[in-house]
């Protein structure tokens, strides 16, 4: 029997990053938890995993290489690196016990792709309806949004730098739509 | 060599720059800066096209985007434009351009008989004439009609360029870059306001750029005009778009601009876009859109040479051309003086200003006196002769009562004409603004009611270069403070609205002709006259908007700018009502034509909509898999080796699955994962399923109804966990599925304790189905026992397979002994092809969702989608099994007791074999009960089939298994039915078919426990 | 494009949101005590309002929330939006008075 755990392959990984001007790239694989609960949960979630998940809408909150995206008033997308989706899990689960709660795995469901550059913003704005004016969409928002035909999280990591989490199938779309904004910047 | 009526200085064109172009084929030079229209002014051509319906010469009347005559194509091959206008297409090096509307040729038209026989082509003359005989229409009258008329040649060549897209955001967006414009946005940006500032134009300045003398804050107009635009472009809050057209006001606040990028340069950049459609949103608008010169209505006031005084003002002033060398100056407004003086000062000779009116109140006929012009007040233009450009003007004196003195007669090769001015106020009625008609200034000015948007200069009617710019600031700093709020304060106040007169004029200049021999424009664009105007009166329209349709003023492209106010004037007096109370049209976007490039953007090719692939679609496409589209999805249908067709095929893979062992990618699937101590309680109210008893490691085909009881979706769910379900839904319905769950959830049952996460992406779905399943993948499981005693047909286990986590499902949708395997989706492919390895000795065969849809239907399992629609309820479809009898309540429970829900014939699911077993049935097929209705259904026609009709066919295929074609329908009463032989009429005949159960294969389920 | 003000995440706009119909007509408890009349008007009766109207929207492509909002169906303004669960707010009379 073949052992495959090492066997991953990615959506976009056939894509050349080379081919545009360097403003767009696709991010290294991450482990990516769907939780789900009332606010009175969140407390404990922070003391598992180490990231107060932000109560304020549209925030993300980050510490070392773990992140907490509010998706919505009950809904949080908490990332941490490759290999620790199962205990992570196991610790949320244990940590939260006896609560009601909801942690799903979703790391292939999506894929990050990076947008960064001083035209980031303008890049993005050929697809994303948003304001994002970095007054309106300062560092640390996030937000799941549209790009054109497909939805996204889109999440500013830095002034000039988004993180975007795109759906598996929707990725390959997504991906040629940058870089035909990129072209035409 | 410079071109004859080109000025020795001046002018805003760079005369180190010689461009040369063609025009009908014959070169020409021009200067950087031209538009191809005052090019073409520049080297004496004024007859530039025909006219829409009487073919009538044709000359250029405008300066800008109000142009309705000087329509051309431009370029050539694949990058080819028609009907743009001569006065906004910017010249350039190689430039080629085209006349339109004619055959052979501009200069002699046959189609311009069109002209003599005008008497048969009045207001509405297609709905008139052509009527009979009525097959006619279609096959000859139209096609001739549509040859003949309409503008120019749709180009029939792939598109070459590129367009993009952008959003934009900003506090105030400022329309229209003349004086009020950049006053306003100036103010705005030094209010702190992020400002976007838009212009049609090339360059910013609007009547600025034909500003002679004007003096703005002590400077020359063109120095602060400079230094305005300096400021403007240095400003890092303000974005500034020229040759950007606002051609549509959408509600709240976001506007679509159209910026052509590319069709001035000689050779644009590759892969730059040609146009970038912008949708902006703006907290404020101001729209400082201007005012357009209308013309003067009298007898053939259409001739090649006869344009709006503004307009040549304009060809003398920005470009240096001499638009003529002899001018008559027809006008009821001070405003044309002023061009007759500038054009006199540039040896233009002035033969006569002809003043409709009696009195002059402003300076400007002093000043022409004094400059020795001649002006005759109460004076009218009657007549006009020249064949391919004017020559020669008869005038008379006109007393207010309209009588007409002795005529007399001017030669000249120019004749210039100011109506009055109309307020460019499209985009504000765009916005649902309120209008309110002006008496003295004969207009419509904005009036409120509007959006987040106020009006600035000329386009309310301030007019004059201090108020225009006064008003702008005004404006700016209104739109900042609204917008930006905080401290900012609007200092200055709006421009108090002028009382002076001054207005024009709305009404035909009288002439002495008979009104029905007169050919008196309108509208040029569309060819209607002020007599089209006053027939479709007579001929019992009232409405303003049933007027417009009948005789097509105003329309299409031209949307009203130079033609509405006279023809409303025309009309109001036909109808003998006020003005205001006729009213005026409804202005709709685009205010000029936008490319169809703009709109789809990168829509288009791979970029069109997204396409969905499965992680196996790679290795499919090796296989030469031939594939379908599911929604966006792309999905296997058939494997085809060695040429087969599609029948052999999907026979082929039936066979392999039936046989042995068959491999489908069934990844689409939709799947939701319920998580909560309450998720079986709201599995309970969403289902029609019981859901309590479901023991973990157990699945359950669950239906869902839509509230009013009509099936909305089905799918196979696993209890992972008590508190845990995985569900799957059909491809189609999984974002409806999750929404309709979120609905009840989030606004019915808020206490509920439990959630939903979207999984459809985390797995990759295996189909490993048929009698050798098991020993394929007994193979590759690690922990997981896959005897039927311990994984009964409907479980669940969680494992590994080949070292990956998974969910290994026994389940089937083939009605064979068949599992499904997900793993998470980055190891999919990886997962089938250890799969396809694994079962080589048991010839493994991949197939595709034509044979998935034939197994299923040997099973009678049913598609929602396909067997089902909108009306389908679970008894319908012999699913009234899974209801969970016991439950108080469910979504659609109540309704399934409505009387007719309940009806004995109701349409119901059934088999139907065709007595011939070689004939598959076609799906849609409607089905009658016996063959005497069939016959009288074919002679009678439709509407004995809609009363004799009791079904239809929803499903058929050829099945290997059963040899024979199978199907499925809907037959009202169908269960009573069994054994009954029914009809399916089909043009080639009647085929005869026996109503059966739907299970064709296996009905005990047998395999399915093996 | 509407520009649409959900309650959780601020101004978004109209592409991002999916209609949910008429807002406030709540489920019943036991449907089955509904006679069928009852039960027909709560699946298909709408007010079918000119003016003022209760709606849901979802911020789908957003926070996800559905919630209630107030719009005059004659110019497209909302003059207010909010949760599911609250009150339908009450307006000042000009504000909620249809339009002629």
């Known amino acids: 029997m073949p052992d495959l755990g090492q066997a991953r392959r990615g959506v976009l990984g056939g894509v050349d990053p080379s081919s545009g001007t360097g403003m767009l790239a696709v991010l290294p694989p991450l482990s990516r938890l769907i939780f789900r609960g009332r606010i009175s949960t969140i407390g404990r979630v922070a003391a598992a995993f180490g990231v107060e998940p932000a109560m304020e809408p549209c925030r993300a909150s980050v510490s070392g290489e773990r992140a907490a995206l509010w998706l919505g008033p009950d809904e949080w997308l908490l990332l941490a690196r490759e290999s620790e989706a199962p205990d992570l899990i196991e610790k949320l689960t244990v940590a939260l016990a ?53 939805e996204i999280v889109l999440w500013r990591i830095a002034e000039t730098a988004f993180h975007l989490e795109v759906a598996r199938s929707f990725a390959p779309y997504a991906w040629g739509f940058l870089e035909q904004a990129e072209r035409d910047l | 060599m410079s071109a004859p009526f080109r000025l020795e200085g001046g002018g805003r064109i ?114 008139k004439t052509f009527m009979w005989p009525k097959s006619a229409w279609k096959r000859f009258y139209e096609p001739k009609i549509r040859a003949m008329a309409g503008l120019g040649h749709a180009p029939t060549l792939p598109d070459p360029d590129s367009y993009a897209q952008r959003y934009a955001h900003c506090d105030a967006l400022i329309i229209g870059a003349g004086p009020a414009g950049i006053a306003a946005a100036l103010a705005a940006e030094a209010h702190g306001a992020r400002v976007i500032l838009c212009d049609e134009e090339a360059e910013l300045g609007g009547s600025l750029l034909a500003e002679r003398k004007g003096i703005i804050e002590g ?5 602060w005009l400079a230094d305005a635009v300096a400021k403007l472009r240095q400003s890092p809050k303000v974005r500034w778009l020229s040759r950007t057209t606002a051609f549509g006001y959408f509600p709240h606040n976001m506007l679509g601009l159209a910026e052509r990028m ?6 644009p950049a590759d892969g730059r876009p040609r146009e970038r459609l912008w949708q902006v949103r703006a907290k404020e608008v101001v729209l400082a859109t201007g005012a357009l010169e209308r013309p003067l209505v009298f007898p053939d006031n259409d001739r090649p040479g006869i344009m709006l005084a503004g307009a040549a003002r304009q060809y003398l002033t920005r470009y240096a051309v001499k638009p003529g060398s002899r001018a008559v100056v027809a006008t009821a407004h001070d405003e044309a003086y002023r061009a007759a003086l500038e054009l006199a000062a540039a040896s233009v000779e002035i033969a006569a200003i002809v003043d409709i009116r009696q009195d002059m109140p402003g300076p400007w006929a002093a000043r022409a006196r004094a400059a020795g012009l001649r002006v005759l007040p109460s004076t009218t233009l009657c007549a006009t002769s020249g064949r391919h450009r004017v020559s020669r003007v008869e005038i008379a004196p006109c007393g207010s009562d309209g009588k007409i003195g002795a005529r007399s007669r001017l030669d000249c090769d120019l004749v210039l004409m100011c109506g009055g001015f109309t307020p460019t106020i499209h985009l504000f009625s765009q916005a649902r603004g309120k209008l309110r008609f002006a008496e003295k200034l004969n207009a419509f000015l904005p009036d409120g009611g509007a959006e987040n948007l106020r009006c600035a200069g000329a386009c309310r009617g301030i007019f004059g270069l201090e108020s ?77 908007e049933h007027i417009k349709r009948y005789t097509t003023t105003g329309m299409a492209t031209d949307q009203g700018k130079t033609s509405n106010m006279n023809a409303l004037g025309i009309a109001a007096s036909a109808l003998d009502k006020p003005l205001p109370t006729v009213g005026l049209t409804t202005f709709r976007m685009p205010y000029t034509p936008v490319t169809f490039g703009a709109f789809a953007g990168s829509a288009r090719g791979e970029l069109f909509d997204p396409v969905r692939v499965t992680s196996t679609h790679e290795w499919a496409k090796v296989k030469g898999a031939v594939f379908e589209d599911v929604g966006q999805w792309k999905r296997a249908r058939y494997f085809p080796v060695k040429g087969e067709d599609m029948q052999r095929a999907v026979a082929r893979e039936c066979q392999a699955v039936r046989q042995s062992v068959g491999l489908f990618d069934g990844s689409t699937l939709g799947k939701i994962e319920i998580v909560g101590p309450d998720a079986a309680e709201f599995m309970n109210r969403i289902y029609v399923n019981p859901w309590t008893k479901l023991e973990p490691g157990r699945c359950r085909y669950g239906v869902m109804l839509r509230e009013d009881g009509s099936i909305l979706d ?119 092809e250890a799969v396809f390895d694994a079962g080589f000795s048991r010839r493994i065969t991949p197939y595709g969702t034509e044979a998935m849809h034939v197994m299923r239907a040997e099973k009678g399992y049913i598609i929602v989608g396909q067997d089902t629609d ?62 005497q209705s069939a016959i009288g259904q074919k002679m009678i026609g439709r509407k004995m089939m809609g009363e004799k009709m009791i079904g239809h066919v929803t499903s058929s295929y050829f099945s290997v298994a059963l040899g024979r074609g199978i199907a499925l329908a809907m037959v009202a009463g169908g269960r009573r039915r069994m054994g009954e032989t029914l009809c399916v009429p089909m043009p080639e005949g009647v085929i005869k078919a026996v109503v059966t159960n739907p299970v064709f294969l296996d009905p005990e389920g047998k395999r399915l426990d093996a | 494009m509407l520009l649409i003000d959900c309650p959780f995440c601020g101004k978004r706009p109209e592409l991002e949101f999916r209609y949910g119909g008429e807002a406030h007509i709540a489920r019943p408890d036991d449907p089955s005590e509904f006679g069928d009349k009852a039960w027909g008007q709560f699946l298909y009766g709408r007010s079918n309002q000119r003016g003022m109207h209760a709606e849901r929207w979802r911020h789908v492509h957003g926070c996800g929330r559905f919630f209630n909002a107030l719009r005059d169906t004659t110019n497209d303004r909302f003059a207010a939006t909010y949760k599911i669960g609250e009150e339908r707010p009450a307006l000042p009379e000009a504000q909620g008075a249809v339009e002629a």
Not at chain 1, 114 to 143: N, W, Y
């Open chain 2, 468 to 544: 225009a710019i006064a008003d702008g600031v005004a404006a700016g700093e209104a739109a900042a403070r609204d917008a930006v709020g905080g401290r900012v304060e609007a200092v200055h106040a709006p421009v108090p609205l002028s009382e002076d007169g001054g207005g024009g004029r709305l009404e035909p200049l009288p002439n002495h002709r008979s009104p029905h021999r007169v050919k008196a424009f309108v509208d040029f664009q569309n060819d209607v006259t002020a007599k089209d105007v006053k027939l479709a009166v007579r001929e019992g329209f009232r409405s303003i």
């Open chain 1, 98 to 150: 006896p609560l009601s709660f909801s942690l799903v795995d979703v790391s292939h469901r999506q894929v990050g792709l990076k947008v960064s550059g001083e035209h980031a913003a303008l890049l993005l704005s050929a697809g994303c309806p948003l304001d994002l004016d970095r007054q309106a969409f300062p560092i640390g928002m996030c937000t799941r949004t549209l790009l054109q035909k497909t």
């Open chain 2, 14 to 127: 760079d005369r180190t720059r010689t461009l040369h172009f063609t025009f009908d084929g014959k070169p020409y030079a021009g200067f950087a800066g031209d538009t191809l229209a005052s090019a073409l002014l520049a080297n004496g051509v004024h007859l530039v096209g025909r006219s829409f319906k009487y073919h009538r010469p044709r000359g250029i009347v405008a300066a800008g985007s109000d142009e309705p005559n000087a329509l051309v194509s431009v370029g050539s091959g694949p990058r080819f434009t028609p009907n743009l206008r001569a006065t906004q297409v910017e010249l350039h090096d190689g430039l080629v351009a085209q006349s339109q509307n004619h055959w052979p040729s501009v200069n002699f038209d046959l189609g311009a008989l069109n002209d003599l026989f005008s008497p048969l082509f009045p207001a509405g003359f297609y709905y």
């Open chain 2, 870 to 931: 909108g009306t389908v309820t679970a008894d319908d479809v012999g699913l009234s099994w899974a209801i969970g009898k016991a439950k108080k309540d469910f979504v659609g429970k109540r309704s399934l007791a409505r009387p007719a829900m309940t009806d004995a014939d109701r349409k119901q699911l059934v088999g139907l074999l065709p007595e011939n077993p070689e004939l598959v049935l076609e799906e849609g097929a409607q089905i009658v009960a016996d063959r």
């Open chain 2, 219 to 223: 400077k020359d107009a063109s120095a």
């Open chain 2, 262 to 267: 590319t069709d001035h340069l000689a050779a």
């Open chain 2, 714 to 832: 089905d799918g196979v769910v696993g209890r992972l966990a008590a508190d845990r379900f995985h569900v799957t839904t059909t491809t189609g319905g999984a974002v409806q599925v999750l929404n309709h769950m979120e609905d009840f959830l989030q606004t019915e049952w808020s206490g509920l304790d439990c959630w939903l996460t979207s999984t459809t992406e985390q797995w990759a779905v295996i189909a490993v189905q048929g009698p050798e399943s098991r020993k394929v993948l007994e193979r590759l499981v690690e922990d997981i026992d896959l005897s039927s005693a311990a994984m009964p047909h409907m479980s669940v286990r969680q494992g590994h397979i080949c070292g990956v986590p998974t969910r290994l499902f026994r389940v089937s949708f083939t009605g064979e002994l068949g599992f499904e395997i997900n793993v998470p989706a980055d190891y999919g492919r990886a997962i089938w």
